[in-house]
């Protein structure tokens, strides 16, 4: 069955196999995920001297990066490791070092928020740096590189 479907999903690359789940577990986090990066993007320009820093729009976007942070995780369930997803079976098997990065992300992005609280663009930067590092790094050892 797995072969059928991992067969077809090569033949047919642009055209993953749909989610057939019938809570869309994949589908979810995924949406979350996208939003990670639509939120942490304007953050990483003003981090990198390409949009002009504003202090409350900031603001609002930690703020953002933060409540967002805390919703995909729910959807790694233990029956939720089926096509199409770029998750590896890693989030399965090692469920401890999973848990481990998600907390280490989690800690970057409350620093992060406090950053920007505090108003100094000289702290934000370095903060915005070690959010995207965490990304980073969980996707390193828990997405498959072919991941969008
Ligand atoms: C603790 C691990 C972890 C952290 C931290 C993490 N991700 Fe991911 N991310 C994943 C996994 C696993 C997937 C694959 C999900 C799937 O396909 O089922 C993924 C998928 C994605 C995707 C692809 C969504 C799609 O449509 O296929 C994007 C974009 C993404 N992450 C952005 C980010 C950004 C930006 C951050 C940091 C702000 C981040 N992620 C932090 C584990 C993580």
Request: glycine share 2%; charged share 25%.
């Amino acid at each position: 069955m797995f072969v059928v479907v991992a067969a077809v999903a090569l033949a047919a690359c642009s055209d993953e196999p749909k989610d057939t789940h019938p809570d869309q577990l994949v589908s979810k986090r995924r949406a979350i995920f996208k939003q990670f990066t639509r939120t942490l993007e304007p953050m990483g320009l003003v981090a990198r001297d390409r949009k002009d820093y504003n202090p409350r729009e900031l603001n609002i976007s930690a703020l953002e990066l933060e409540k967002l942070s805390k919703q995909p995780w729910t959807y790694f369930t233990p029956d939720s490791n089926y096509p199409p997803t770029h998750a590896k079976a890693d989030v399965w098997q090692k469920p401890a070092e999973f848990k481990e990065a998600q907390d280490k992300y989690l800690t970057t992005v409350s620093h992060l928020v406090k950053a920007a609280q505090g108003g100094d663009l000289d702290l934000i930067r370095p903060a915005v740096n070690d959010v995207q590092k965490s990304c980073k790094s969980c996707h390193n050892q828990f997405r498959n590189d072919a991941a969008s």
